[in-house]
């Protein structure tokens, strides 16, 4: 997604908690680990400074650091052409006395403030028309952002502003957002369901989550549901969603899932079995699949 000079603003907040920290020149450069949200490395005459989530700091050559810092990302691709988007942001937290720092990629900009102050820049930038998206969660690839982010918009189709794949809200969007605003009104973060969103984009492209209990003779389980948007399939996301699924659900202490599948589905089945699911029974129509968390 190729951000233009007309695109509303989004920023995407990063999940770990991040570190600045001011290196000993005369040591070696800390390696990129193979995984990482963000990190990033500056080295001028006087010092070497590093950016990187609090949990892959390095333990050696530290001179100064700071913790506690809250990345936001702006979602797509800028142009270099693109002039006056970060000193919006900035100029909105300047304005409410919030300190910041900026720092800028190929492809975009990460804007970093203080812990304490995060709710605070939040609010502000709302305020100022300034979109929000705050995952709970990720993978790779992709983000886990509370349904009630959009709720009311996914439920009646409200495309102004969004950050959407062109497919989406599928036809299972829609249904679930419907039930879900029939059902009350709802806190952000309080439902089981999240949205997925491309990490690299930051656009919406299908949902899934935790639907409610399953009661077999012998066990009782959580049963989950997933899906991706039609232009979001075979590309590995379906797995890739399924282990970040898991890994919530390990998080949150749950000891067993359940997913349904139809008979002709033979990818959802593949996407079950990759992630170490047993079939187990099936009908006619459906098959039903497990998996136990609790070793």
């Not at 020149?25 to 005459?45: C, G, H, K, Y």
């Not at 969660?137 to 509370?146: I, M």
């Not at 949205?195 to 299908?206: K, M, P, V, Y």
Request: charged content about 20%; aromatic content about 8%; some cysteine.
């Amino acid at each position: 997604m190729r951000r233009r000079f007309n695109d509303p603003v989004h920023l995407i907040r990063q999940v770990p908690e991040y570190s600045v920290i001011k290196l000993d020149p005369a040591a070696p450069i800390p390696v990129i680990p193979a995984e990482s949200d963000f990190w990033t490395i500056a080295q001028t005459v006087d010092e070497l400074s590093l950016v990187c989530p609090t949990h892959q700091a390095p333990s050696v050559g530290i001179l100064e650091r700071e913790d506690h810092w809250i990345a936001f990302r702006v979602a797509g691709t800028m142009e270099f052409s693109l002039t006056g988007i970060v000193a919006r942001i900035s100029q909105v937290l300047a304005d409410a006395d919030i300190g910041i720092f900026v720092v800028s990629t190929f492809d975009t900009d990460y804007i970093l403030t203080a812990n304490q102050t995060v709710g605070q820049a939040i609010d502000a930038w709302q305020q100022s028309g300034i979109h929000i998206i705050q995952p709970i969660a990720h993978t790779a690839h992709l983000d886990f952002v509370p349904l009630e982010h959009e709720l009311e918009d996914i439920a009646h189709e409200n495309r102004d502003n969004k950050l959407w794949l062109d497919d989406f809200p599928s036809e299972a969007d829609l249904r679930i957002s419907r039930l879900m605003q029939l059902s009350g009104p709802h806190d952000l973060g309080t439902t089981n369901l999240f949205q997925l969103r491309l990490r690299s984009t930051g656009e919406a492209c299908g949902g899934c989550g935790f639907k409610g209990q399953f009661h077999d003779a012998n066990f009782t389980a959580i049963e989950i549901g997933y899906g991706l948007t039609d232009s979001s399939r075979g590309k590995g996301l379906g797995t890739e969603l399924l282990q970040g699924l898991i890994a919530i659900a390990k998080y949150r202490g749950i000891e067993m899932l359940v997913a349904e599948t139809d008979n002709d589905n033979a990818a959802s089945q593949r996407v079950l079995e990759k992630n170490r699911f047993t079939l187990l029974k099936s009908d006619e129509n459906s098959q039903w699949w497990k998996l136990s968390l609790s070793h």
